[in-house]
């Protein structure tokens, strides 16, 4: 949910090859995990457990975790452990936007008022300059709406120190976007990059508009359900995560002092299609593998999704390219929420793939996450 960033670099040349997670889990525990730099995302105060589930690009599949999924009993990460992704949820979305785009259900030029609920789309046509904010714009970052989640009172309340007292609040896709609206834009469509939650709320909004459903709808219909991602799901306003899976905590400062805040529970509508989904380390990686080795999109949509040239580099649609010390480029995204932090990245082709994350929104510092990524990929 909130913006990332950092490790937002140029795009590589990309082939279209696909590829699932085949072989056997090989999992290492904390014993193990000396030669493994996910260990260095654990803190006793800040980020009690992280885990990585890689892929090689000779179907190799390897687990490590390290500390706990839960404080209190002490019990293991698991890889098949629910948690919650975060702004994961945007690829997916952007994965069925251009899916539509694909069907020409979905024209990427056109303005996304005339295709929104009549609410919607009257109060982005209210203001010269939102009137003309386009699909590609909303896909790219690059539309320049206020995001919501920026909204002072909307981030306290969420994320901040209102969150026990707001923690099971309901919101409407409506209301999220009247709380951007009231806010002025970063500046006109087009004029540059800007991540805003608020693009891919939109998004889900369009896409019900498009074909009658959810986007938690098309997106299972369109994606879990032929990837056989088990452990996804888009639980709308249920607030507890599905089994498995451990807690998620938030460190609370008081002075100076810290604690561990339990915040495993919570509505996710806040989130919305900008990133409710829930999901797994296992899932992410087969969703990532077939999409970025061509089994979820046609080779232009691919190519679309890769193209940076709107945000000078930083972003795609719903993916972005990371450079690597090694030279190497990858590709994917990451996600954050309360009590939850994710990456999951592959190669061009899809056959390398990791996906790693914390049970704590305390993202880890950049030299600690860049060592994650590099062990994985520069080898």
């Given at each position: 949910?909130?913006?990332?960033?950092?490790?937002?670099?140029?795009?590589?040349?990309?082939?279209?090859?696909?590829?699932?997670?085949?072989?056997?889990?090989?999992?290492?525990?904390?014993?193990?995990?000396?030669?493994?730099?996910?260990?260095?995302?654990?803190?006793?105060?800040?980020?009690?457990?992280?885990?990585?589930?890689?892929?090689?690009?000779?179907?190799?599949?390897?687990?490590?975790?390290?500390?706990?999924?839960?404080?209190?009993?002490?019990?293991?990460?698991?890889?098949?452990?629910?948690?919650?992704?975060?702004?994961?949820?945007?690829?997916?979305?952007?994965?069925?936007?251009?899916?539509?785009?694909?069907?020409?259900?979905?024209?990427?030029?056109?303005?996304?008022?005339?295709?929104?609920?009549?609410?919607?789309?009257?109060?982005?046509?209210?203001?010269?300059?939102?009137?003309?904010?386009?699909?590609?714009?909303?896909?790219?970052?690059?539309?320049?709406?206020?995001?919501?989640?920026?909204?002072?009172?909307f981030f306290r309340a969420f994320f901040g120190p209102g969150f026990t007292a707001h923690r099971y609040d309901s919101h409407t896709p409506d209301a999220?976007?009247?709380?951007?609206?009231?806010?002025?834009?970063?500046?006109?469509?087009?004029?540059?990059?800007?991540?805003?939650?608020?693009?891919?709320?939109?998004?889900?909004?369009?896409?019900?508009?498009?074909?009658?459903?959810?986007?938690?709808?098309?997106?299972?219909?369109?994606?879990?359900?032929?990837?056989?991602?088990?452990?996804?799901?888009?639980?709308?306003?249920?607030?507890?995560?599905?089994?498995?899976?451990?807690?998620?905590?938030?460190?609370?400062?008081?002075?100076?002092?810290?604690?561990?805040?339990?915040?495993?529970?919570?509505?996710?509508?806040?989130?919305?299609?900008?990133?409710?989904?829930?999901?797994?380390?296992?899932?992410?990686?087969?969703?990532?593998?077939?999409?970025?080795?061509?089994?979820?999109?046609?080779?232009?949509?691919?190519?679309?999704?890769?193209?940076?040239?709107?945000?000078?580099?930083?972003?795609?649609?719903?993916?972005?390219?990371?450079?690597?010390?090694?030279?190497?480029?990858?590709?994917?995204?990451?996600?954050?929420?309360?009590?939850?932090?994710?990456?999951?990245?592959?190669?061009?082709?899809?056959?390398?793939?990791?996906?790693?994350?914390?049970?704590?929104?305390?993202?880890?510092?950049?030299?600690?996450?860049?060592?994650?990524?590099?062990?994985?990929?520069?080898?």
């Amino acid at each position: 949910m909130p913006t990332r960033t950092a490790l937002l670099r140029l795009p590589a040349a990309m082939a279209a090859l696909c590829c699932a997670i085949t072989g056997p889990v090989t999992p290492e525990r904390d014993r193990d995990v000396a030669r493994s730099a996910v260990q260095d995302l654990v803190s006793e105060r800040t980020v009690p457990g992280a885990a990585e589930l890689s892929q090689d690009a000779h179907g190799t599949v390897r687990f490590v975790a390290a500390g706990v999924a839960d404080v209190r009993t002490g019990r293991p990460i698991g890889p098949d452990d629910r948690f919650r992704a975060g702004s994961v949820t945007k690829t997916f979305i952007a994965t069925v936007v251009l899916q539509l785009a694909a069907e020409n259900r979905i024209d990427l030029d056109e303005p996304v008022a005339g295709r929104l609920p009549a609410r919607t789309a009257a109060a982005l046509r209210n203001s010269e300059e939102t009137a003309h904010v386009t699909v590609r714009q909303l896909l790219t970052h690059t539309s320049g709406l206020f995001s919501y989640t920026d909204d002072p009172a909307f981030f306290r309340a969420f994320f901040g120190p209102g969150f026990t007292a707001h923690r099971y609040d309901s919101h409407t896709p409506d209301a999220l976007v009247r709380t951007a609206l009231a806010h002025p834009p970063y500046g006109p469509p087009g004029a540059g990059y800007h991540y805003s939650n608020t693009d891919y709320v939109l998004l889900g909004m369009l896409i019900r508009q498009v074909t009658g459903h959810s986007y938690a709808h098309e997106i299972r219909r369109r994606v879990i359900e032929p990837l056989h991602l088990t452990g996804t799901s888009f639980p709308g306003d249920r607030p507890v995560l599905p089994a498995p899976h451990g807690r998620a905590y938030s460190p609370v400062r008081n002075g100076g002092t810290s604690r561990l805040a339990d915040v495993t529970d919570l509505n996710p509508s806040a989130a919305g299609a900008a990133g409710e989904m829930v999901s797994t380390l296992t899932d992410l990686n087969r969703f990532l593998g077939a999409l970025l080795g061509g089994a979820l999109l046609p080779p232009g949509q691919l190519r679309a999704m890769r193209d940076t040239t709107a945000s000078g580099g930083r972003y795609g649609m719903g993916l972005f390219p990371v450079q690597l010390p090694c030279r190497r480029t990858v590709w994917g995204h990451n996600g954050e929420i309360n009590g939850s932090y994710v990456e999951v990245l592959g190669t061009a082709d899809g056959r390398h793939l990791l996906s790693y994350r914390l049970n704590s929104d305390a993202r880890p510092g950049p030299a600690a996450e860049s060592r994650v990524v590099a062990a994985e990929f520069c080898g």
